[in-house]
């Protein structure tokens, strides 16, 4: 993927903008914020659409806080699940690397993402995501917010729960100001 500036992506919708700007003011002076500085609750609106992982390896990233929009896209909770486990094949490598290179350059990464649902059904979404550090000041988290969903059929989600995620084109964030 290629690396761009924080101030020439284009967001697609004026939330992900919003969310982008308020992980940006974080922390003006540092690169990558604290966790402890993010607070959902000052971007409550977005808060159903974020997600919080952290990232133990290249093949375990712990959903740590799953949005209620995002458990209901998806059809079940999430909490405490590797993301992983919704990519297969090659695509699951190519997820892998994009966050671990998230927390390890550190970068943002902005992403078209697709569903597949048990029943064949599609959804599509774009979703943006920027490290933080821990405690301990290790880059090894992720917070994301999506949006932008589009289905190409109407599904109950409990009933047809998404089975596999796959992106069709993605862009790692420069964070240098």
Known sequence: ?????????????????????????????????????????????????????EVLSRDEII???????????????VTGKNFLDFWEGEPRERA?????????RPCGIFSELSGTAESGGTESSVAVGFPLLDDSGDCNRLVFYSTGFQLTRTR???????????????????LSR
């Open 156 to 174: 109950v989600p409990r009933e047809d729960q998404i089975r596999t995620l796959s992106a069709a084109r993605g862009t790692f964030i420069d």
């Open 63 to 77: 959903y740590r806080l799953a949005g209620t929009a995002i458990v209901e896209r998806l059809g079940k909770e």
């Open 1 to 53: 993927m290629k690396l761009k500036k924080f101030d020439e992506i284009d967001w697609t919708t004026p939330d992900a903008e919003q969310f982008a700007l308020y992980w940006r003011g974080l922390e003006p002076d540092a690169d990558v914020p604290h966790r402890r500085s993010f607070d959902p609750m000052r971007i409550s609106a977005l808060l159903p659409f974020i997600a919080i992982y």
């Open 96 to 104: 892998a690397s994009s966050m671990y290179e998230c927390v390890s």
